[in-house]
């Protein structure tokens, strides 16, 4: 069997040195872990993860559940999960993608002992997923929040971002501004967090501009954006403007609004919040967004986890706002 | 420290049973399951995957490997990725995600020991990664194809789906059709596997109507598709059909084309293939797509690098053409 004293004599080095560029401990300079990069390929040395593993009783490897991600790819969500991916290689760890929507799978496979850490994401405001945690003992973060504002998470601001879209609605003479955000199928009072935060934030801050409140949850799909548009369209004609938090329903909250005769902006303004300025931009006219942080959270999240396991003192809560990004969407209000 | 034999007495069942739920081997009745799942958590029996992996020298771990999944994420990458989740899980195998794009780094992580088998996607015609694989002995699937058929894979029949997509073209009478296809890093001759059988799919398919070939490549962004509108006004006039082989670029030339002053489908029909049906469905008007069986195919191959890792016997090459789903962006020639 190929040892790592094989792979460093043959490459001229210490095993110490060997050992950093395999574990990633160490910079070790480019010409070097060429040598040795070119020495394990020679030997076909296969360094032995698992047994690394049992000395240290710590697998490297992270894990990101997510209750759906295959029926609801979503663009920002990958940005998630793509973030955290990198973030974890960054700091020599891998990511499995556990799409797991049971506690009870849940708790199987945190029983198997395979990984060292948990990314929990789509968190409720009580999250059964998060009291198996706590008891397994297996350290986690969430993307997302609890009502337990102590547990170690990152996630967007909503607070700041919603009061930021009203703010430049406001600025464009907007008063009467409606919220259409995602129906879920969590009971009611024990949605995903943000849908709560989003809410309360969005009365907050259209209370002083005297307007009546109109918050229309609907599906995130086309479907789901043409029930909102018809929705507006009926209950809340007084509304000039919407702020979106549900990007899948953003293509047809647009088609469906054209479809009843309404021009986007001239005498509707729309802004998408908690998404991508591409996705944005592929909708007719190109959405005028609030741009999540999905990357950056999804790699803070991956460090965070990381710090916690490692012993790294570090700031358990991260709360980024999105950034807007003008798009053809806002204009002023017909008054 | 708490043992199988611990978590059978408790639960009352023999070993074998608690096996069978633990590597879900065999099916279990759910009461005797819930009853062996509650005594795991009572116990807080934490299974040591560690060292079975050490016993069976296999980890049960798979990576998937995409050069750029952070940079463009795609809907249909997307399906291809949590169909391999899915497939992977329901073998009782954990999927990792190493979005790698150097070869260096890819010999390190395979060097590491850490995953059982590679599933490999954006594979070039001659691709380097899959000689790295070769030389490392792990098993792999590619989702795609190189220019050497013999290799395990799955991928999209892109012959029979351009084919398909020219048949509904010219049952309304198209005879100029153009192509959409994707530029990519890759060196001219060493594209993806997809683009070069998409590109000669096309000319045999449109050879036999007599319009002048014309085939156009744009990056997969939204102004990738409004160039490709432009290029297609100023060049192929001629043209009165547009088949899109690039899901990113495919809002962009919708909206080209109607910002050049042309209207979709009566002066020009697009399909866009091997994309998603909801995704076509945002895009105005509507796409009619050729949807790709990416979740089916991302299972496949987990599927099939599985049984590879078995000893299974299955057919290590599986091709499946998408599906035409009618949009609104077809209609008849205009002659």
Redesign the interface.
Known sequence: MVTMRDVAERANVSIATVSF??NGTKRVAPATR?RI?AA??EL????????R??AS?R?R?L?LLHPD??SR?N?TV??F???A??GA?ERGY???????NDD?QM??LL????VDGVLLMEVQIRDSRVERLL???VPFVLIGRTENDDLPYVDIDFATTIHQAVEHLRSYSHRNIALVTQRTKASPGNEPGRIMRVESAYLGAIAPLGGRPAVITVEG??AGGREAASTLHTDFPEATAVILVNEGAS??L??GV?ALGRTVPEELSIISAATTH?FG????PALTVMAAPA?ELGRLAADALVDQLEGVPASPHVLIPCTLVPGQSVGPAHL
């Not at 076909?44 to 047994?51: F, I, K, L, M």
């Not at 029983?111 to 395979?114: D, K, Q, S």
């Not at 931009?281 to 007719?284: F, S």
């Open positions: 560029v395999l060429a990069e394990i390929e076909n040395y296969r360094r032995n993860v698992v047994a593993a049992l009783s697998t490897i894990a991600l295959e790819p663009a990958i940005q999960v793509m973030g991916a990198h290689r891998d990511l499995v993608l556990w799409p797991v009870e708790s199987h029983a198997g002992g395979l008891s397994s003992g799909t086309s293509a047809g647009a088609k054209r591409e931009e592929m909708i007719e990357p």
